[in-house]
């Protein structure tokens, strides 16, 4: 048990529809990065967000955006879903960016294209 | 080339060996992790090493900054071992570069 919950835990969408996902993390985590992992593949950074602002950004188009909120959750929004986005996607919550602590992760959206 | 390698990509041992798991990374970093996902999805972090060696069971995890290189021990391998274990780097965004993981099976 992580203390870092996300939902919905299966989703399918249509190619062209618009998805948000949602992550509670630890209390006091100020700190949530998102990630996309395919099948067979390690997860890829999406972005992290660090007391409500975005921070840091991975090699994914703009129509993967994010919001968090000051009660530690926060949001993935992916617009016109493309078959490519099926993947899992996992947030991780810290409570520093840069420190080196402890990452601890949600299990998992698991998203599905058709 | 991955900044992050992973060695080997799938490993079947038999319940009761010694399981050895490698890593190796090409980016200067402050520490590294690593982590177990099981079949679920969730990701469950095991160790976050600087330098030396830690111990948490029957896993053991080690270091070496000057070659760019860990490796993950389990001792006594049980069936319930059987997961992937993925080794990551922090990024200069302190965001973690994952390597592809070693998919691990013990059998009984």
């Known amino acids: 048990e992580t203390g870092v919950t996300q939902s919905p835990t299966h989703l399918i969408k249509t190619r062209g529809q618009q998805v948000t996902l949602r992550c509670s993390s630890q209390?006091?985590?100020?700190?949530v990065s998102w990630y996309q992992q395919a099948l067979g593949q390690g997860p890829q950074f999406i972005f992290q967000?660090?007391?409500?602002?975005?921070?840091g950004r991975g090699n994914f188009p703009p129509r993967f955006s994010g919001l968090q909120f000051p009660n530690y959750s926060s949001e993935l929004n992916v617009n016109a879903l493309e078959l490519d986005d099926s993947a899992l996607y996992l947030c991780?919550?810290?409570?520093?960016?840069?420190?080196?602590?402890?990452?601890?992760f949600g299990q998992g959206t698991r998203l599905t294209v058709v | 080339k991955n900044e992050v390698e992973q060695s080997p990509q799938n490993l079947t041992a038999q319940e009761g060996e010694f399981i050895t798991i490698n890593c190796s990374y090409s980016?200067?970093?402050?520490?590294l992790h690593w982590l177990q996902q099981h079949p679920g999805g969730g990701i469950v972090s095991l160790f976050m090493?600087?330098?030396g060696k830690k111990k948490h069971g029957r896993l053991i995890a080690t270091i070496n900054i000057q070659e760019k290189h860990s490796s993950l021990h389990i001792t006594a391998s049980h069936p319930r071992d059987s997961a992937v274990y993925i080794c990551?780097?922090?990024?200069?965004?302190?965001?973690?570069?994952f390597g592809k993981g070693t998919k691990l099976s013990v059998k009984p």
């Open positions: 980016v200067g970093i402050s520490a």
């Open positions: 990551a780097v922090r990024g200069s965004q302190g965001n973690l570069i």
């Open positions: 090493l600087s330098s």
């Open positions: 967000y660090y007391r409500e602002e975005e921070n």
């Open positions: 991780a919550s810290s409570l520093d960016p840069h420190a080196n602590t402890e990452a601890f």
């Open positions: 209390s006091g985590h100020n700190t």
